[in-house]
């Protein structure tokens, strides 16, 4: 058994890899109309690989299903001692058995949706290539075996969801929203790497060793440096606290929690199916997975921490996406939202539940953008609700999705019965736990309270701002004739996917209930709470959480209210909305919200343009002062070197040169004296011989 799983995992990893490679490195004229079927049935094979490990290890008694783990040394590191090295491997735990089928079954849907959605684009092939090579990244954080590998694929995602960010790269706005993307995401591994190297500082070459069936050996160290310290989870030291905090920094790049959230609305930029897989099954649930493998290591402060940025990005997400018009824009603020849950649920020590909630939401999240694409692709690429209307009568497969989908992410039940859509399974457990903790911290002297009553309201905000979307779109009368009359529904390989998400979203709930709840040994809501607030007794305040949660999901019918506020409202169109955002108050949080609470503009102001002046003062630094100075240094250089050559031109070759014209002068004198003519010669004797005479005489006559 140990041996299948493995393989199997290895198979579906490498699978996307393959055929991405294929993709581009064959020619475009043999594969621009077979890539799409080439990676969709890679990608089946990929999930089917998934789906046959899953039941291998759930055939397999309880008490046998240990971790399983494939180590290949890569590098050697001698200078940490024998045996150490850089692995390469596999990691298979329960964990991983959850995340593989949903990741593999969701990006299958998704390349089947693009078959259709990308069909006559100039770069079909290339897509489904940089679609493969994104999966194949994402299953390499699943899959991982180490820190190290983790990383490697953590930067592998973001470097390809760049590229498909980016996809229609001819656009102004594809280009901006990957490079923001890009920055925001290295903003957040650089905490992420701050993290890393505290624990690499305190652990040494443990950080670097892969994990192992009994946990992972990085644990099993950071224990015994612990104890040495005289420290624990329960009395952590700070270094352990700011550790948990840098590396879940990478997960607010990854998941864009606040403040690293504005990158995720901006990502609609890309294609359709690219929206649909980045907000559902990859990039932004690998932050909330890599938060759940660093677990055991978050302290209590760290805890703390986690929660109030969940919080935070719920709660200002949801009403962010009460305003938007932009069908996409809502889903993608919808997201945020939701992340916002599974990081709160994380911090509140309901892990268990937020995992859940990360797979449940990847399925009717994928389907809502798929729909949306199907109206965005029948409305001629208008994306905007106020032109839509009506559309239920042209797409009722769309429509019928669409509205499970609400549902699903509304947390809709039927009161008093087991009958539920898959978020209330979710979502009703991370409430839980925020009641819980939330209590517990106010007993310690927190604002407690706001751990659970900013989830319970954003619970009735949700099938609010879905129920207003779902008006805007599907219902109601044309509000653009013209687009109406020729809507008209999606292609079998745009809707067949969302059918089957749509059912994945009602039956991932009693699955995952099955599954990783109520079969699963992993620790509970209390425990988790329990975990990281040490000394408190909080099975009462589980119960009473349940009690609560249950009395407002269920009994108080809050779903049906709010769904149905925002199907009446919005049924007419805007006319409504438009005189409630008048009301004094209610125009204040409207505007607010309408801006995305100015976080773009304040990021345009202290960032970009203070990035930009800063560039602006460099420049001029190094324009005027350093190139003024080199320039200063090279002209007196220059000038030296001038002077120095008139120097040596003017007055040591003019000095030997006038030596050597004096020689000259004086021999040509000389020369000319000796003509070879004898009279000339007799001539000088006798003259030379009456000179010396006359000297002789005056010499005489001086003496006397």
């Given at each position: 058994m140990?041996?299948s799983i493995?393989t199997?995992?290895?198979?579906?990893?490498?699978?996307?890899?393959?055929?991405?490679?294929?993709?581009?490195?064959?020619?475009?004229?043999?594969?621009?109309?077979?890539?799409?079927?080439?990676?969709?049935?890679?990608?089946?094979?990929?999930?089917?690989?998934?789906?046959?490990?899953?039941?291998?290890?759930?055939?397999?008694?309880?008490?046998?299903?240990?971790a399983?783990?494939?180590?290949?040394?890569?590098?050697?590191?001698?200078?940490?001692?024998?045996?150490?090295?850089?692995?390469?491997?596999?990691?298979?735990?329960?964990?991983?058995?959850?995340?593989?089928?949903m990741?593999?079954?969701?990006?299958?849907?998704?390349?089947?949706?693009?078959?259709g959605y990308?069909?006559?684009?100039?770069?079909?092939?290339?897509?489904?290539?940089?679609?493969?090579?994104?999966?194949?990244?994402?299953?390499?954080?699943?899959l991982?075996?180490?820190?190290?590998?983790?990383?490697?694929?953590?930067?592998?995602?973001?470097?390809?969801?760049y590229?498909?960010?980016g996809?229609?790269?001819?656009?102004?706005?594809?280009?901006?929203?990957?490079?923001?993307?890009?920055?925001?995401?290295?903003?957040?591994?650089?905490?992420?790497?701050v993290?890393f190297?505290?624990?690499?500082?305190?652990?040494?070459?443990?950080?670097?060793?892969?994990?192992?069936?009994?946990?992972g050996?990085?644990?099993?160290?950071?224990?015994?440096?612990?104890?040495?310290?005289?420290?624990?989870?329960?009395?952590?030291?700070?270094?352990?606290?700011?550790?948990?905090?840098?590396?879940?920094?990478?997960?607010?790049?990854?998941?864009?929690?606040?403040?690293?959230?504005?990158?995720?609305p901006?990502?609609?930029?890309?294609?359709?199916?690219?929206?649909?897989?980045?907000?559902?099954?990859?990039?932004?649930?690998?932050?909330?997975?890599?938060?759940?493998?660093?677990?055991?290591?978050?302290?209590?402060?760290?805890?703390?921490?986690?929660?109030?940025?969940?919080?935070?990005?719920?709660?200002?997400?949801?009403?962010m996406?009460?305003?938007?018009?932009?069908?996409?824009?809502?889903?993608?603020?919808?997201?945020l939202?939701?992340?916002?849950?599974?990081?709160?649920?994380m911090?509140?020590?309901?892990?268990?539940?937020?995992?859940?909630?990360?797979?449940?939401?990847?399925?009717?999240?994928?389907?809502?953008?798929q729909?949306?694409?199907?109206?965005?692709?029948?409305?001629?690429?208008?994306?905007d609700?106020?032109?839509?209307?009506?559309?239920?009568?042209?797409?009722?497969?769309?429509?019928?999705?669409?509205?499970i989908?609400?549902?699903?992410?509304?947390?809709?039940?039927?009161?008093?019965?087991?009958?539920?859509?898959?978020?209330?399974?979710?979502?009703?457990?991370?409430?839980?736990?925020?009641?819980?903790y939330?209590?517990?911290?106010?007993?310690?002297?927190?604002?407690?309270?706001?751990?659970w009553?900013?989830?319970?309201?954003?619970?009735?905000?949700?099938?609010?701002?879905?129920?207003?979307?779902?008006?805007?779109?599907?219902?109601?009368?044309?509000?653009?004739?013209?687009?109406?009359?020729?809507?008209?529904?999606?292609?079998?390989?745009?809707?067949?996917?969302?059918?089957?998400?749509?059912?994945?979203?009602?039956?991932?709930?009693?699955?995952?209930?099955?599954?990783?709840?109520?079969?699963?040994?992993?620790?509970?809501?209390?425990?988790?709470?329990?975990?990281i607030?040490?000394?408190?007794?909080?099975?009462?305040?589980?119960?009473?959480?349940?009690?609560?949660?249950?009395?407002?999901?269920?009994?108080?019918?809050?779903?049906?209210?709010?769904?149905?506020?925002?199907?009446?409202?919005?049924?007419?169109?805007?006319?409504?909305?438009?005189?409630?955002?008048?009301?004094?108050?209610?125009?204040?949080?409207?505007?607010?919200?309408?801006?995305?609470?100015?976080?773009?503009?304040?990021?345009?102001?202290?960032?970009?343009?203070m990035?930009?002046f800063?560039a602006?003062?460099?420049?001029?630094?190094?324009?005027?002062?350093?190139?003024?100075?080199?320039?200063?240094?090279?002209s007196?250089?220059?000038?030296?070197?001038?002077?120095?050559?008139?120097?040596?031109?003017?007055?040591?070759?003019?000095?030997?040169?006038?030596?050597?014209?004096?020689?000259q002068?004086?021999g040509?004198?000389l020369?000319?004296?000796?003509?070879?003519?004898?009279?000339?010669?007799?001539?000088?004797?006798?003259?030379?011989?009456?000179?010396?005479?006359?000297?002789?005489?005056?010499?005489?006559?001086?003496?006397?």
């Open positions: 140990p041996h493995i199997l995992m290895l198979i579906a990893l490498l699978a996307p890899l393959v055929s991405s490679t294929v993709c581009i490195l064959a020619t475009r004229r043999l594969l621009f109309k077979g890539a799409g079927y080439l990676t969709t049935a890679v990608m089946a094979g990929a999930l089917a690989c998934s789906i046959i490990a899953l039941f291998t290890w759930l055939g397999t008694p309880v008490d046998q299903r240990h399983l783990v494939l180590n290949i040394p890569w590098i050697p590191l001698p200078g940490f001692g024998p045996g150490h090295a850089l692995y390469l491997g596999i990691l298979a735990d329960p964990l991983t058995m959850a995340m593989m089928p990741v593999t079954g969701i990006s299958t849907l998704v390349h089947i949706y693009s078959i990308m069909h006559g684009d100039k770069r079909y092939n290339l897509f489904f290539a940089y679609l493969s090579l994104f999966t194949f990244s994402m299953l390499g954080i699943v991982a075996n180490s820190v190290i590998m983790l990383f490697v694929f953590w930067e592998l995602v973001g470097l390809t969801s590229l498909l960010i996809f229609w790269f001819e656009k102004r706005g594809p280009q901006l929203a990957c490079k923001k993307a890009f920055v925001m995401n290295r903003i957040g591994d650089a905490g992420f790497l993290g190297g505290i624990l690499f500082y305190k652990l040494g070459g443990a950080m670097l060793l892969p994990a192992t069936a009994d946990s050996s990085m644990f099993n160290v950071l224990a015994n440096v612990l104890a040495a310290e005289g420290h624990s989870l329960a009395n952590p030291p700070l270094w352990l606290t700011v550790a948990g905090i840098g590396l879940f920094f990478g997960a607010i790049g990854k998941s864009a929690q606040f403040p690293l959230h504005t990158w995720l901006d990502a609609m930029e890309g294609p359709t199916p690219v929206s649909s897989i980045v907000h559902s099954a990859t990039m932004v649930a690998a932050g909330v997975y890599l938060t759940g493998r660093i677990y055991p290591i978050l302290t209590p402060g760290a805890h703390l921490f986690i929660s109030t940025i969940g919080l935070v990005t719920l709660v200002m997400a949801a009403f996406a009460m305003v938007m018009t932009d069908i996409k824009r809502v889903l993608a603020y919808s997201t939202s939701q992340l916002g849950y599974m990081v709160l649920g911090g509140v020590g309901a892990w268990t539940f937020a995992l859940f909630h990360l797979i449940t939401h990847a399925f009717f999240k994928c389907c809502l953008f729909c949306s694409g199907s109206v965005i692709h029948a409305a001629h690429h208008q994306q609700m106020r032109h839509y209307g009506g559309l239920g009568k042209k797409m009722p497969i769309t429509m019928a999705c669409y509205a989908c609400t549902l699903a992410i509304a947390g809709a039940s039927i009161p008093f019965t087991t009958i539920a859509m898959s978020g209330f399974f979710s979502k009703d457990g991370i409430i839980a736990g925020s009641i819980s939330g209590d517990v911290m106010a007993h310690a002297g927190y604002l407690g309270k706001l751990f009553l900013g989830p319970i309201v954003i619970a009735y905000v949700t099938p609010f701002y879905m129920g207003r979307s779902f008006a805007l779109t599907f219902l109601g009368k044309p509000r653009d004739q013209h687009l109406h009359d020729h809507a008209h529904e999606a292609p079998l390989a745009m809707w067949f996917p969302q059918v089957c998400l749509a059912i994945m979203a009602i039956a991932s709930g009693y699955l995952g209930w099955k599954t990783l709840i109520l079969g699963s040994e992993a620790p509970m809501l209390a425990q988790g709470v329990a975990a607030i040490p000394g408190e007794v909080i099975e009462a305040h589980h119960s009473h959480g349940m009690h609560m949660t249950h009395a407002l999901l269920l009994s108080g019918f809050g779903w049906i209210i709010a769904l149905g506020a925002g199907i009446l409202m919005y049924v007419p169109g805007m006319a409504i909305s438009s005189r409630i955002v008048k009301i004094p108050g209610v125009n204040l949080l409207y505007t607010w919200a309408l801006n995305k609470f100015y976080f773009d503009a304040l990021y345009d102001v202290f960032t970009v343009s990035g930009k800063v602006v003062v460099c420049a001029a630094v190094d324009k005027y002062l350093v190139d003024g100075l080199v320039n200063l240094a090279g007196t250089v220059r000038e030296i070197a001038m002077l120095s050559g008139k120097v040596d031109k003017h007055i040591v070759d003019g000095g030997v040169n006038g030596v050597a014209a004096m020689a002068g004086a040509d004198m020369r000319s004296t000796q003509p070879g003519k004898i009279r000339i010669y007799v001539l000088m004797f006798f003259s030379s011989a009456a000179l010396v005479t006359l000297l002789v005489v005056i010499s005489a006559i001086a003496l006397r």
